[in-house]
């Protein structure tokens, strides 16, 4: 009989687009979330978790489709036996928004209404990955349903802002700054801008900060050469309808009543323009009653991103601090958050429209923006290893890491092969342990164990002369039964 072909070894590999996280990244990850979690839960908000499959008829956006069912979601159809599945097709959840509007609607008899939850977690976009573009990676949403109250906008940015601090985002590193879609329709009505002009209208004015006010004006009429000599067509507005557009974009003065004053000009007579106003007058009003001064958040006609999904106010937090790039220039970090006020959340399932107002914080973004900052503590330390010397005394390596344990110290026995000591500190090092303990025989018989201080004696190691070291050792004796407390005199 023919032996069967030895089958090939599976690649160790991840897949494409995806990636493990460690350590570090973890307990970083967590710490921050922990800390945004207690804000949130301050200002009322309950957690939410949700299926990570939802239907793919409840995400909305991304409807299989024959020749590619499923674009843009990790999607598959359920097999239809009777007794089992049902045949709907199903997918890894795209956002944290599409389970919030299902929910909504699914338990809108059970919960709160205005209903506030924060949710937090991984989604999954099947995507062409690239260069910090992932197909996996972490939501950070808060969200309040069933609330038409600007009062809810202002909270929204008003947390936000708090766990910026709490994560330790200093204030003047951060500023949230806040728009409404209503006041750049008004704007749109002011220039008369066609139905057919308007998204053409909004891509233009998303390029402000880019081209500056002269080449936003070239894109909105007749069109510009770009750097590389492309030529590129203008809208087609005439300078006089492009008038109301740049002063928008320009309003913005060195107070929010200034701001205003400068916005209710640029709306002119449009009636929704001068709603958008008012709304921006109120949330401005109760930010100042809830001691948020502009130094922190910010009226600012040039947030434009999104305008075409929010139906009113929308905000983005921008951190202001400058950061080194991969060719070591200096440049703003750029914006970690951004939200608004938006219609149709629950009204897919329902039929009827449910205000809703929302943020959500960019994890990877803000993550990488407190290591720039050094506020992440990745040099935190590991567990204290306590060595093993004598396999047949393995029963009191491990009564002295649960001594330490119980005093709310990390603290493993290192399980290894134990034969070469000299690995048994390589393994110490390498998990970042701040401390080894060493008890052999003759420590042992009298009652003492060895604390090496692995921290100093990397220091030592690497600055002190030879005097310096001899006269503060990295390592020192105690007896068993102050070992507890030279672990914590050395930890501090």
């Given amino acids: 009989m023919a032996k069967d072909k030895k089958q090939p070894r599976p690649k160790a590999e991840t897949p494409k687009g995806f990636r493990d996280y460690f350590g570090a990244d973890v307990t970083e990850r967590k710490a921050m979330l922990d800390a945004i979690a207690r804000v949130y ?66 338990f809108r008899n059970d919960l709160p209404s205005p209903y506030r939850r924060y949710a937090m977690g ?18 950070c949403d808060a969200d309040t349903v069933g609330s038409a109250s600007v009062a809810a906008d202002a909270e929204i940015c008003a947390m936000l802002a708090d766990a910026l601090e709490a994560v330790g985002i200093a204030r003047g590193d951060y500023v949230v700054r806040i728009n409404n879609r209503k006041v750049l329709n008004g704007v749109l009505e ?12 909004l891509r233009q004015i998303d390029k402000f900060d880019k081209v500056g006010r002269e080449g936003v004006l070239s894109l909105l009429t007749t069109g510009r050469r770009d750097d590389s000599g492309a030529e590129i067509e203008g809208v087609g507005l005439s300078e006089a309808q492009a008038k109301p557009v740049l002063d928008f974009l320009t309003a913005k003065g060195g107070e929010n009543g200034a701001t205003l004053d400068n916005l209710r000009a640029a709306v002119g007579g449009s009636t929704i323009g ?10 401005a009003a109760m930010l100042a009653a809830m001691g948020m001064n502009e130094d922190r958040i910010v009226i600012d006609p040039a947030v434009v991103r ?24 200096k440049r703003q970090f750029g914006s970690v958050a951004g939200g608004g006020r938006y219609d149709g959340l629950v009204e897919r399932f329902t039929g009827q429209k449910v205000p809703a107002t929302g943020v959500s914080i960019g994890v990877d973004r803000l993550l990488a923006a407190l290591r720039a900052k050094g506020l992440t503590g990745a040099e935190a330390s590991g567990p204290v290893v306590v060595t093993v010397m004598d396999r047949d005394r ?48 003759d420590e042992a018989a009298r009652g003492v164990v060895q604390v090496k201080d692995l921290i100093l004696g990397a220091k030592i190691a690497a600055e002190a002369s030879l005097d310096e070291w001899k006269s503060q050792p990295a390592q020192t004796e105690v007896a068993r039964g102050d070992l507890l407390a030279e672990v914590r005199r050395i930890l501090g």
Avoid: C
């Fill in 394 to 441: 393995m029963g009191d390596y491990q009564a002295m890491a649960a001594e330490l344990r119980a005093a709310g110290i990390r603290a493993e026995v290192y399980l290894g092969n134990p034969k070469n000591f000299g690995n048994q500190l390589k393994y110490a090092d390498k998990r970042a342990a701040p401390i080894a303990i060493i008890q052999g025989a």
């Fill in 274 to 283: 001068a709603e958008g106003v008012d709304e921006l007058s109120q949330i």
């Fill in 41 to 106: 839960a301050l200002h009322g908000f309950d957690p939410l978790e949700t299926s990570a499959v939802e239907t793919v008829e409840a995400l909305g956006k991304f409807l299989p489709d024959v020749d590619r069912p499923n674009a843009g979601v990790f999607a598959w159809q359920e097999e239809a036996v009777p007794g089992g599945g049902s045949g709907d097709w199903l997918a890894l959840r795209y956002d944290l928004t599409a389970p919030l509007a299902r929910v909504a609607a699914q």
């Fill in 190 to 201: 002011a220039a008369e801008v066609r139905e057919d002009q308007a998204d053409d209208v």
């Fill in 122 to 139: 991984p989604v999954w976009r099947n995507e062409k990955p690239g260069p910090g573009r992932f197909r996996q990676f972490y939501q």
């Fill in 306 to 329: 999104g305008l075409g999904y929010y139906t009113g106010p929308v905000f983005e937090a921008e951190l202001t601090f400058e950061i080194l790039d991969e060719k070591g220039r």
